[in-house]
């Protein structure tokens, strides 16, 4: 039997990193039995860097960690709670600064880029899907580019700020207040049509699916009235979710900077750094190119808000049924 300690587990999950493996690169795809490598493994967003002195790094899709019998050599998967403790969360923002995911240097390329994935799934009446503070039905990726009519790339940019617990949603105004100042108000008038911010909070547990609509009241107090169709939430467990985006520590926040057809060209997590405000600023500055007949596109048909009663939601939910 394998009787080694937390601590031991922990320092044997460094053979783990050598490991490689080929994968799928397939939206939301159910995990490999063969997976080895985190950064390799089926369904993991490749370009999302992981702080490499973090615990998060080495969890493996389905929550799963390697473990290494260090008198066999002989590895297995097993749940990471086993391998790293069960409050590997709290060490791993201990020892990342409660950044387990880094901001990128730069805008991903479009060519490596990969879509933000798909959240819930269940369409009856909504409850397996995201929703709205206006009650609107919000599948994604589909809602972020519900306003590109044209499924122009550059036609728009969404930060997507993601939490699961109330200490995450705490650290994004770290990142949503910069944002919309420099791209989204007076600051930036050509670009204020084109860039959006949402906020996703995922409640999980069966208890927190019981109090729904003492939450979403919560949130509307909360919340101003013109930002509620910018603030979706989501009732439920979704593992292959957490497994593409790496966002598997619950406790801290994270942001997505999606292009205008729902690819992932940004990423990063915590309290932002002045360095990260920077290059995520910039990247979205490259996502919408300002030119004459990009102002001439933009005041349009090509992107334009849709008021509530519109049909964008539904919309959005008929491309979610075709990408079933």
């Not at 159910?30 to 080895?36: C, G, Q, Y």
């Not at 020892?95 to 479009?110: A, H």
């Not at 490596?112 to 397996?128: I, Q």
């Not at 919340?223 to 910018?230: F, N, S």
């Amino acid at each position: 039997k394998d009787d080694n300690d937390n601590n031991e587990d922990t320092t044997e999950l460094e053979n783990a990193d050598n490991a490689t493996t080929t994968t799928s690169t397939t939206a939301n795809p159910s995990p490999s039995p063969f997976d080895t490598d985190p950064d390799t493994a089926t369904g993991v967003n490749r370009t999302i860097v992981m702080n490499p002195e973090g615990y998060s790094r080495l969890i493996l899709p389905g929550n799963y960690a390697m473990k290494t019998n260090p008198r066999t050599g002989v590895q297995r998967k097993i749940f990471a709670e086993r391998v790293l403790g069960f409050f590997w969360m709290i060490k791993d923002l201990d020892v990342s600064g409660e950044k387990p995911i880094l901001g990128n240097e730069s805008c991903i390329e479009p060519q490596v880029a990969e879509m933000f994935p798909s959240l819930g799934g269940d369409e009856d009446g909504g409850g397996g899907l995201p929703v709205t503070l206006d009650d609107e039905v919000a599948p994604l990726p589909e809602y972020v580019y519900r306003n590109n009519r044209a499924k122009d790339a550059t036609a728009q940019c969404t930060l997507v700020a993601l939490s699961y617990k109330d200490f995450g949603y705490k650290m994004l105004p770290s990142w949503i207040g910069p944002f919309q100042k420099e791209l989204c108000g007076a600051a930036d008038s050509r670009r204020k049509d084109r860039v959006e911010v949402i906020k996703l909070s995922i409640q999980e547990g069966t208890v927190l699916r019981l109090l729904k609509s003492v939450i979403k009241t919560g949130f509307k107090k909360e919340i101003p009235d013109h930002d509620h169709e910018r603030t979706l939430l989501y009732f439920g467990n979704d593992q292959k979710f957490k497994d593409s985006l790496r966002v598997h520590n619950t406790l801290t926040g994270y942001v997505f900077l999606l292009d205008g057809i729902g690819r992932v060209r940004w990423a990063g997590s915590g309290k932002a750094t002045d360095h990260e405000l920077r290059t995520l600023i910039e990247a979205a500055k490259e996502l919408t190119p300002v030119s004459s007949s990009a102002d001439t596109a933009g005041a349009g048909g090509d992107f334009g808000r849709r008021g509530k009663g519109s049909r964008g939601g539904l919309s959005a939910q008929r491309q979610h049924r075709r990408r079933q």
